[in-house]
């Protein structure tokens, strides 16, 4: 049984251009059988996150426990913590056994005691008939169930994975995305997953925390970051093709609240437009939820720019004469041309965010 807190830690390196806050006021807890993922843009600190829960970076300031006790200044191998790294080759001139039992074989396990739990991982893993075989007798998918093992050798309290999946092609990223669900239900310990990629995030995870410039935005189930983001960052970061964006105005009535794009007014099913007063805003939805209509009069006008066509659908990018254009997600049949005028229509749902601050206002 295992409880991860990470409590308010902080890091800073000293560069030889001064001081880079790499993480700031990062906190999230993670019990027996949750698998949270960090996720964000390139260099927002997901990596020294999970080296600082790993112990391979000690934060400036902040801690990091396991079942309540301090392990915050502990090395890396008395945590009882596992962490896979974004390369998960095997060493092609030992055995999969070997292979797999080599963390143990770093931690002075002996010989004889090692071969018992490099078994037991491998069954985990369903592959102990290749337990002799060298990695290049082993198909890819099957040597990424070998390194699997080799990180659940050590049977620790809390896995941490760093973008295990990021060199691999698609059909093996589909394959051991599937292997490492697998696992953490069988072990059921915490999971701390860091990936950039938030498909893989909302795919694998209980919990999500979208992380930027340091800080983590929002820690939610993926259907709330999905449906309820806090802020325009995380509805632009997650889903497929991010969220559109249009400058809007907020019109009251007295019995009345709406929010209007250059005077079309969309049938927008808020939640809690009483919260909203007179003014300026952003107003965020999303592409599969935006309407293009050829012979409509309402709709934020616009001029197709061009058509991708991924199988059933298709992304269309529309230009609305503003510095970002819109997308809008169609079923590839339909008879649409690039150059055509469309009214873009926005669907029932969307986000009301402050101007300003890009926080969410309903
Ligand atoms: P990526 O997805 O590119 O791996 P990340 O979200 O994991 O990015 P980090 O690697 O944690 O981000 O880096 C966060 C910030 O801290 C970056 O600006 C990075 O340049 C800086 N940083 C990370 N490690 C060090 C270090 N050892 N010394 C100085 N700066 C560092």
Do not use: W
């Not at 790499?22 to 390139?42: C, H």
Request: proline residues 5%; aromatic residues 6%.
């Amino acid at each position: 049984m295992a409880h991860l807190e990470v409590d308010n830690i902080r890091k800073v390196f000293d560069t030889p251009d001064g001081k880079e806050v790499a993480v700031e006021g990062v906190s999230f807890e993670a019990d027996d059988g949750e698998f949270v993922t960090l996720v964000g843009p390139s260099g927002c600190g997901k990596t020294t996150t999970l080296r600082c829960i790993a112990g391979l970076e000690t934060p400036t300031s902040g801690k990091i426990r396991l079942d309540g006790r301090d392990i915050t200044e502990l090395p890396p191998n008395k945590r009882d913590i596992s962490l896979m790294f974004q390369s998960i080759a095997l060493y092609p001139h030992m055995t999969v056994r070997e292979n797999i039992a080599y963390p143990l074989k770093v931690d002075g396990v002996s010989k004889e005691k090692r071969n018992g739990p490099a078994t037991e991982a491998a069954q985990t893993m369903q592959i102990e008939d290749m337990l002799d075989k060298m990695p290049g007798d082993l198909s890819g998918g099957q040597q990424q169930r070998a390194a699997l093992a080799r990180t659940v050798v050590q049977d620790p309290g809390v896995f941490l994975m760093d973008e295990p999946l990021s060199d691999l092609d698609a059909k093996l990223k589909a394959e051991t995305r599937k292997e490492i669900q697998r696992i953490h239900e069988k072990l059921n310990t915490p999971v701390v997953y860091v990936t950039h990629d938030q498909e893989e995030a909302m795919t694998m995870s209980d919990y999500i925390a979208v992380m930027n410039d340091g800080e983590i935005e929002q820690f939610d189930s993926p259907n709330d970051i999905f449906y309820r983001p806090n802020n325009l960052f995380v509805g632009q970061f997650i889903g497929q093709h991010g969220m559109n964006v249009a400058e809007a105005e907020v019109v009251r009535s007295d019995s009345d609240v709406s929010v209007a794009v250059d005077g079309y007014e969309p049938d927008l099913r808020l939640e809690n437009p009483e919260n909203l007063s007179e003014g300026q805003v952003t107003l965020g939805f999303r592409p599969e939820n935006t309407l293009l209509e050829t012979d409509a009069t309402e709709g934020i006008p616009g001029v197709v720019e061009l058509i991708e066509t991924f199988g059933e659908e298709a992304v269309v990018t529309v230009d609305i004469d503003r510095s970002e254009p819109l997308l809008a997600v169609i079923d590839s049949n339909r008879d649409l041309s690039e150059g055509a005028d469309v009214r873009a229509q926005i669907g029932r749902y969307a986000h009301v965010f402050d101007e300003e601050t890009g926080d969410v206002l309903t």
